[in-house]
């Protein structure tokens, strides 16, 4: 079945250090993947996607790339700030999967602190 | 763009007692939705997904008489956490996707309930 793995955190940083968070994921079909944000207290917020291999999805400084030769969509931000700081989640959306019936798999979030 | 509203954001409650969550779409109809629960520091935990019109589908290890879900209309769904106890606390969460235009693929997530069981 479909799965998404992600880089176990915590992870922090200091404002303006760059940011990665690494995401491999396996699925049956061609599947649409995202990466969604959670701030404390909060539910889920979509950060970003994309929808087939080599797109680039960005948003709020934030980027991540399609690959499918290596099925990974990690996330790079060049300069964190602390308002970045949150869990981000990394999904995947399987059109082609008998058993998706619309539903998403996520990774298991990478908890990001950002101190000043 | 998509907007899911759900209510109550924070609640508590006695052990033994019964609590309704509500998840409605605001701008769109969506004949699906999905409910998860999300313990502290933990992924998202996919509970089921609500049909308009018919029975939800639950995922494995979910107690269906625990957790009632009705989806009565195309903008509504409900999940009804049942004689509650206290290891019942969590945050639930429902998204629904619109399937409007090119932003099929994407679920809209709700603000989130923080359920308490005293």
């Known amino acids: 079945g479909d799965s998404v793995t992600q880089m176990e955190g915590p992870v922090t940083l200091s404002e303006e250090a760059f940011l990665t968070i690494n995401c491999t994921y396996t699925?049956?079909?061609?599947?649409?993947l995202f990466w969604y944000v959670q701030y404390p207290g909060e539910g889920l917020q979509l950060l970003l996607k994309?929808?087939?291999?080599?797109d680039k999805g960005s948003n709020k400084g934030f980027e991540a790339t399609y690959r499918k030769e290596t099925t990974s969509f990690h996330l790079e931000k060049g300069s964190v700030q602390v308002s970045d700081s949150a869990v981000y989640f990394c999904a995947l959306s399987d059109p082609g999967s008998n058993t998706n019936a619309g539903k998403s798999t996520f990774g298991d979030g990478t908890t990001l602190t950002v101190k000043p | 763009g998509a907007v899911v509203s759900q209510h109550p954001s924070r609640v508590i409650c006695k052990s033994g007692t019964s609590v309704k969550i509500e998840c409605r779409s605001l701008d769109f109809q969506a004949t699906t939705m999905f409910w998860y629960r999300q313990f502290p520091k933990k992924s998202l935990m996919l509970m089921a997904t609500s049909n308009e019109g018919s029975k939800a589908t639950y995922e494995q290890g979910v107690e269906k008489d625990k957790f009632l879900i009705n989806h009565a209309s195309l903008t509504l769904s409900t999940l009804t956490v049942t004689s509650a106890h206290p290891e019942d606390s969590s945050f639930y969460i429902c998204?629904?996707?619109?399937?409007?235009?090119?932003?099929?693929?994407?679920?809209?997530f709700g603000a989130g309930s923080r359920l308490t069981v005293l």
């Open positions: 994309a929808t087939k291999a080599d």
């Open positions: 998204s629904a996707r619109d399937f409007r235009g090119y932003g099929a693929n994407v679920l809209t």
């Open positions: 699925a049956t079909g061609y599947p649409s």
